[in-house]
């Protein structure tokens, strides 16, 4: 069980890139897939595309943290997609009615807080199962936020919130740098922390980490507590992205964060994954969904190809997965 992210190889140790790129197989594709899109993609190789993508990037990549954390514990979450919907309305709903910025921000994470704490009580100590009740909390939510707006947008925010979600920081965009901010906090604390071991323990075999006297229901409800948290600021993300809050705005984010933490090797059945990894999965989510888009392609045959990537690529890391155990 990997519990720490591949070290950097050295420069001239060939021996040390060919491991790197055994415990980060995907990255040979996101490599591949860049290359591709610079060559046939007219004006893919822009400043103006790359600080779209970024904006794109961060919610999914926040959001797909938050999911990487509970498949490590051995456990899924449906509902973040509509938790990030229900969180960006918060948001909005809240900064349209007080004025305050951060007031709005503060709202929308703990409303995925709450949702997330609702789900790992239910599924730690009362033991509901997991898929079972976050669908439930998936259409529960996503009802609850349709009556809160009656099914329209929430908008006519300070031009501030714009102002952040479309600003830049040494040609960075500030969504970026949040999402950098919250990639690094992750890594810390699955791999540094107490509690984040336990979470890789709990997620190769509860039953194991029973019998040694580890923290089993509250490490899984500080999973989902975290995953709630991670959906809400990717809500608040998106408010900031489009100056509005909605019911349906984070409903796409559910099958692209599972599909980026599948892509970057978490192992759906736990105990094994890292954040870095979900990070080159969520890149090459978003440089398929951007480059697909500017190629031309149609909405249904976008899907079909990030179909045949997702199972392409989930069968080339599950193989080499493979091929390193018996090695």
């Known amino acids: 069980m990997a519990t720490g992210t591949a070290e950097m190889p050295k420069l001239g140790d060939e021996t040390s890139y060919r491991n790197y790129f055994k ?9 591949a897939l860049a290359a591709v899109f610079t060559v046939f993609v007219d004006n893919f190789v822009s400043y103006a595309n790359f600080a779209n993508m970024a904006r794109l990037f961060a919610p999914l990549l926040i959001l797909a943290i938050g999911m990487t954390i509970v498949f490590i514990a051995g456990g ?12 960006s309305v918060v948001c909005a709903l809240v900064i349209q009615h007080t004025g305050i910025v951060a007031l709005g921000f503060a709202a929308g994470v703990g409303t995925g807080l709450l949702i997330g704490a609702i789900n790992g009580a239910v599924i730690a100590f009362f033991r509901l199962p997991a898929l079972v009740f976050t669908l439930a909390m998936l259409l529960t939510v996503r009802a609850t936020a349709l009556l809160m707006t009656g ?7 300070p031009l501030s919130v714009l102002a952040f979600g479309r600003g830049s ?22 791999a540094r922390s107490r509690r984040g ?10 039953r194991a980490a029973t019998f040694n006297a580890l923290r089993v229901t509250s490490t899984k409800f500080i999973a989902y507590l975290v995953c709630g948290g991670c959906a809400g600021l990717a809500g608040v993300t998106i408010v900031a992205r489009l100056g509005s809050g909605g019911p349906v705005v984070g409903d796409n984010l559910l099958l692209s964060g599972i599909a980026a933490v599948v892509l ?6 736990g105990g094994e994954g890292t954040v870095f990894k979900t990070l080159i999965g ?40 493979r091929r390193q155990s018996t090695r």
């Open 23 to 31: 415990q980060s197989p995907m990255l040979l594709i996101l490599v």
């Open 76 to 87: 899924i979450d449906l509902s973040v997609g509509s938790t990030a919907s229900m969180a």
């Open 151 to 157: 099914g329209y947008s929430v908008g006519k925010l």
């Open 264 to 269: 970057g090797g978490t192992s759906i059945h």
């Open 282 to 321: 969520t890149q090459i989510v978003i440089l398929l969904e951007k480059g697909l888009n500017l190629f031309g392609l149609s909405f249904y045959d976008q899907a079909i190809v990030m179909g045949a990537v997702i199972v392409a690529g989930a069968s080339f890391s599950a193989w080499m997965h």
């Open 197 to 206: 071991r336990e979470i890789y323990l709990v997620g190769t075999s509860e």
């Open 169 to 190: 920081f040494l040609a960075i965009p500030n969504l970026l740098w949040v999402s950098i901010a919250v990639l690094l906090l992750a890594a810390l604390f699955l």
